[in-house]
């Protein structure tokens, strides 16, 4: 397979700074490690809070971007996992040390020496991306690469949040209804179990979108279900929404937050946590919660939304993020790809792109 010299990528020179369009060298895969040609990488808050600087010390210059989906071109002489011609799945996880305490415990995604990808290594905003191959996953055949890439963080680290929660959940509260949540309704929903949709107040769209997805409501997250919640899932930066999850919640209920960064907790009564109710929140994932998640995925299977941007309006496709204007997942796709040209339309216009007119599984 022909790999040329450098590729095209976006890269991050200098937090809170638009990313850079510029050709790098195609980087040499490690001995445990594989090359891959990007077909598609798909956009989480995570790479935002990133470029906006409110997760530090980032490796520098940075190309973003932990949900990559792609070809091996070339493996490492230790690799034996993967194949050249292989699809292959890159999360966030990126490699642990394996020795530390919590490696040795089974908790990899607490390492004390880990790497993560698009933030201490190199993502998938580019055509080409290394990564370790022990990290990688293989995908489910069922999906197309632009549908499977939300599934590499909002669906994995969105399904650990979702089993933290516990069993025996009849109805689950939602807070935040972006590219997690759309995934893990879904799997709730076929598990019989019932969405209560909370989104920014006055934002109807996200709310016609959960209820389109099963939710048996949705409302303003300043809002009281009309039903007590077992437990509720946060997966939107606002602190404040652990104060009003837990006020929705039955005795011994469950609150967690599925995000890495998020504003202040407000200080709240005792009561509101007594009877046993439980907060807690999510780091990362295990390469066993992507296995698990991803198998589940297909057999659901799970549809994503996406809207889709070519790889050189990563900055448009962060800018729609920040101003909640994606439904479902953005998703950006290298021209590279070629002879897997996915997406049809005006990718130079993504203005056009409307959520709402394109049905759910539009993304293959
Ligand atoms: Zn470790
Ligand atoms: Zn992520």
Not at 36 to 57: F, Q
Not at 61 to 73: D, E, K, N, S, Y
Not at 258 to 265: E, F, L, Q, T, Y
Request: hydrophobic share 40%; with cysteine.
């Amino acid at each position: 397979m022909d790999i040329p010299e450098t590729g095209r990528a976006m890269v991050l020179e200098a937090q809170r700074q638009p990313l850079r369009e510029m050709d790098v060298p195609v980087p040499q895969p490690g001995p445990d490690q594989v090359l891959i040609r990007v077909a598609a990488c798909a956009v989480c808050r995570t790479d935002l809070h990133i470029v906006d600087g409110e997760l530090a010390e980032p490796k520098l210059p940075l190309i973003p971007g932990h949900q990559i989906v792609g070809t091996v071109v070339q493996t490492g002489g230790r690799v034996h996992q993967f194949r050249v011609g292989d699809r292959v799945g890159v999360p966030w996880l990126g490699y642990t040390d394996g020795t530390c305490p919590y490696c040795r415990k089974g908790q990899e995604n607490l390492c004390d020496h880990p790497l993560f990808t698009g933030y201490t290594l190199d993502g998938g905003y580019s055509e080409y991306a290394v990564a370790f191959a022990q990290y990688c996953f293989s995908l489910p055949e069922s999906f197309g690469d632009v549908q499977v890439a939300p599934l590499l963080c909002a669906g994995l680290i969105g399904y650990r949040t979702y089993r933290l929660a516990g069993d025996n959940i009849e109805r689950l509260g939602i807070y935040g209804f972006g590219a997690a949540a759309h995934i893990i309704a879904q799997l709730a929903v076929h598990r019989g179990q019932s969405i209560y949709a909370f989104t920014s107040p006055g934002d109807t769209p996200a709310q016609e979108f959960a209820r389109r997805l099963g939710a048996v409501w949705a409302g303003d997250s300043t809002q009281m279900p009309p039903d007590k919640l077992d437990a509720a899932l946060i997966f939107a930066p606002v602190g404040p929404l652990i104060v009003s999850a837990l006020r929705a919640t039955v005795k011994g209920g469950v609150v967690v937050s599925g995000g890495i960064h998020m504003s202040d907790v407000p200080s709240f009564p005792y009561r509101l946590l007594w009877e046993e109710r439980v907060i807690r929140s999510v780091a990362n994932l295990t390469r066993r919660d992507g296995e698990e998640f991803l198998a589940l995925a297909s057999q659901v299977p799970i549809q994503t939304e996406t809207q889709v941007f070519a790889l050189d309006q990563a900055n448009l496709a962060l800018e729609r993020l920040r101003q909640g204007q994606i439904q479902g997942a953005a998703v950006l796709v290298t021209r590279s790809a070629g002879d897997q040209v996915i997406e049809q339309g005006p990718m130079d216009d993504a203005s056009s792109f409307s959520a709402e007119s394109r049905p759910l599984n539009r993304s293959t």
